[in-house]
T-cell receptor, first 115, second 114 residues
Framework: AQKVTQAQTEISVVEKEDVTLDCVYE???????LFWYKQPPSGELVFLIRRNSFDEQNEISGRYSWNFQKSTSSFNFTITASQVVDSAVYFCALGSVSNTGKLIFGQGTTLQVKP | DGGITQSPKYLFRKEGQNVTLSCEQN?????MYWYRQDPGQGLRLIYY???????QKGDIAEGYSVSREKKESFPLTVTSAQKNPTAFYLCASSITSRGSGEQFFGPGTRLTVL
């Protein structure tokens, strides 16, 4: 069975702090894809990143960075120097060819960045 | 602008009524999906369609129905058989159903049963 676990339900930080959102996944597929989405208060999910299972390179995009470790089945997301606009619910998701395009979502982590 | 539109944004339904939520995309994507989101929970898949005139049940299909007569459109009907329909409904599409492509989401419809 495939599963995504985001153990942190809610995180609260003060602006400019760094924050890491954890994501642990389970799958028996050798080829799979990991995603992060942001859901601001408006409700629409915004795509942030996709990672293939055969590419463990970490990625940085501005203040965002992602750490993919197959050895621990984790795909963690770090926001550096957080800002109030980062306040949102963040979802980690898992997809695979064997699952015909369906994404398995974690429960989400609500991030609140206080000024 | 390319994207996904959902209408209406808010929908109120009386118990026992069927309602249809609209989802349209102009991204030329093959696959489309419907998710349900309850407060404090992740997204759960209701139905998905990999190609026109074909669709499959997701994890919570009971009480819902869909159609895919056109590539651009994937409407969701919430029937009176759905016992607890109050939720936020999100439609998504992806260029392929092979699991490798990201899904793009619409703005959602918030359904409330009165």
């Amino acid at each position: 069975a495939q599963k995504v676990t985001q153990a942190q339900t809610e995180i609260s930080v003060v602006e400019k702090e760094d924050v890491t959102l954890d994501c642990v996944y389970e799958t028996r597929d050798t080829t799979y894809y990991l995603f992060w989405y942001k859901q601001p208060p408006s409700g629409e999910l915004v795509f942030l990143i996709r990672r293939n299972s055969f590419d463990e390179q970490n990625e940085i995009s501005g203040r965002y960075s992602w750490n993919f470790q197959k050895s621990t089945s984790s795909f963690n997301f770090t926001i550096t120097a957080s800002q109030v606009v980062d306040s949102a619910v963040y979802f980690c998701a898992l997809g695979s060819v064997s699952n015909t395009g369906k994404l398995i979502f974690g429960q989400g982590t609500t991030l609140q960045v206080k000024p | 602008d390319g994207g996904i539109t959902q209408s209406p944004k808010y929908l109120f339904r009386k118990e026992g009524q069927n309602v249809t939520l609209s989802c349209e995309q102009n991204l030329n994507h093959d696959a489309m999906y419907w998710y349900r989101q309850d407060p404090g929970q992740g997204l759960r898949l209701i139905y998905y369609s990999q190609i026109v005139n074909d669709f499959q049940k997701g994890d919570i299909a009971e009480g819902y129905s869909v159609s895919r007569e056109k590539k651009e459109s994937f409407p969701l009907t919430v029937t009176s058989a759905q016992k607890n329909p109050t939720a936020f409904y999100l439609c998504a599409s992806s260029i392929t159903s092979r699991g490798s492509g990201e899904q793009f989401f619409g703005p959602g419809t918030r359904l409330t049963v009165l």
